[in-house]
């Protein structure tokens, strides 16, 4: 089955830590996207790529980085730079619709607390 | 900045009721409008959008409607049933583009 896998799903770091959360796709999406989501508020855009070796910050990208070193990877640093970490971390890739609209695909979220 | 606006916060309806979730957008050149589902412990999943070229798209008991004059955008639901129990999201914006704008979401409760 195609999809996106992101691990761990449950993860518990220290301040002062770096963390790194995995994303894969199997998709063969050229675009991935890294979003947060705390309670009561929607998805925040941390960084996004569109293509291998290239990646652009998003609304809230301070305190973390990303790679894009393969289309099916698309890894996410938490820093201890990130003044409140503690949070559920989404993945996606896009596709392009008939519609031409670039539609989100998510994986199940990995949740960071620290503790 | 873009944003996009979500009402009510939660919605708690009866079994076959029907709920209705309401969206603004301010950026007007927004014009793809996704709304997603999620289930605990999961990710949002798209379950309708409509482009900005229709005013309603249904898909059985689903459907949405846009006012580009008013930016604004809904969802209705019918006959609701217990599974569909969840946080939507409602979405805004650009074909072709890279940024999409999610509103702060609903917590839908169907009681049986």
């Known amino acids: 089955d195609g999809g996106i896998t992101q691990s761990p799903k449950y993860l518990f770091r220290k301040e002062g830590q770096n963390v790194t959360l995995s994303c894969e796709q199997n998709?063969?999406?050229?675009?991935m996207y890294w979003y947060r989501q705390d309670p009561g508020q929607g998805l925040r855009l941390i960084y996004y790529?569109?293509?291998?070796?290239?990646?652009q910050k998003g609304d809230i990208a301070e305190g973390y980085s990303v790679s894009r070193e393969k289309k099916e990877s698309f890894p996410l640093t938490v820093t201890s730079a990130q003044k409140n970490p503690t949070a559920f971390y989404l993945c996606?890739?896009?596709?392009?619709?008939?519609?031409?609209?670039?539609?989100?695909?998510f994986g199940a979220g990995s949740r960071l607390t620290v503790l | 900045g873009e944003n996009v606006e979500q009402h009510p916060s939660t919605l708690s309806v009866q079994e076959g009721d029907s709920a209705v979730i309401k969206c603004t957008y301010s950026?007007?050149?927004?014009?793809?409008f996704p709304w997603y589902k999620q289930e605990l412990g999961k990710g949002p999943q798209l379950i309708i959008d409509?482009?900005?070229?229709?005013g309603e798209k249904k898909d059985q008991r689903i459907a949405v409607t846009l006012n580009k004059t008013a930016k604004h955008f809904s969802l209705h639901i019918t006959e609701t049933q217990p599974e569909d129990s969840a946080v939507y999201f409602c979405?805004?914006?650009?074909?072709?583009?890279?940024?999409?704008?999610f509103g702060a979401g609903t917590r839908l409760f169907v009681k049986a």
């Open positions: 996606a890739s896009t596709f392009v619709a008939s519609s031409g609209a670039n539609v989100l695909t």
């Open positions: 998709l063969n999406h050229d675009a």
């Open positions: 790529s569109q293509i291998v070796n290239d990646f």
């Open positions: 950026d007007s050149a927004s014009n793809y």
């Open positions: 409509i482009r900005s070229n229709v």
């Open positions: 979405a805004a914006s650009r074909v072709g583009g890279f940024k999409t704008i």
